[in-house]
């Protein structure tokens, strides 16, 4: 059980703390595992009995709403292109019981500025991952996925102004962004 939270921001040389986390990176009073422990625990449950483990093509997909308050669907993605220097990760989680996605845009430039934006757009239900200019759909299950981002982001040319969110969305600039990875 999440007992605390610490975010950080990395850049090339610092690991920068924001404090507040970001409300899309708060777990606190969740339950969470590292991937790594949670696979190695299948596998060992999976030598001891004969257990098939796989992954179906409709896990790719949207899943029926529950009815807990906090139901979260979401995805994440991280990319890097070693050519262009760019790099980032792009985030939408769901939470239609609530009535909005989180979406979470990080962008790091070749000059060591970051573009980065975080929403609460409104949804009306989990069909899809599409708000707040965040795009996520599956072409082919395992295979091949679409993410986009249509909008505007705040340029800190100092990434360390996130320690303080409100302060660095309002002394900073926003700048037009257009992001489509397949």
């Known amino acids: 059980k999440v007992e605390k939270d610490a ?5 090339k040389s610092k690991a920068i703390p924001l404090k507040p986390p970001p409300p899309n990176f708060r777990n606190h ?23 098939k483990i796989r992954l179906d093509p409709s896990d790719e997909h949207m899943h029926p709403l529950e009815e ?4 979260n669907e979401s995805m994440y993605f991280n990319f890097f292109d070693a050519a262009q220097k760019r790099g980032g990760f792009v ?13 979470t845009l990080c962008l790091y430039e070749p000059d060591g500025s970051v573009l ?19 795009r996520f759909a599956v072409e082919t299950p395992f295979e091949r996925l679409q993410v986009g981002y249509r909008g505007k982001a705040c340029r800190l040319a100092d990434p360390r102004a996130m ?18 990875l397949t």
């Open 68 to 71: 807990a308050s906090n139901f």
């Open 91 to 103: 985030r939408i989680g769901n939470r239609p019981n609530e009535r909005f996605a989180e979406t």
């Open 29 to 51: 009073g969740n339950y969470v595992t590292s991937i790594s422990k949670l696979s190695r625990f299948l596998a060992d449950r999976a030598e001891e009995a004969p257990l």
């Open 116 to 134: 980065f934006n975080f929403k609460r757009a409104e949804i009306a239900d989990n069909t899809r991952f599409e708000a707040g200019g965040t």
């Open 7 to 11: 975010v950080y921001l990395l850049t």
């Open 163 to 180: 320690n303080e969110p409100g302060r660095a969305f309002k002394e900073n600039p926003f700048v037009p962004v257009e992001l489509d």
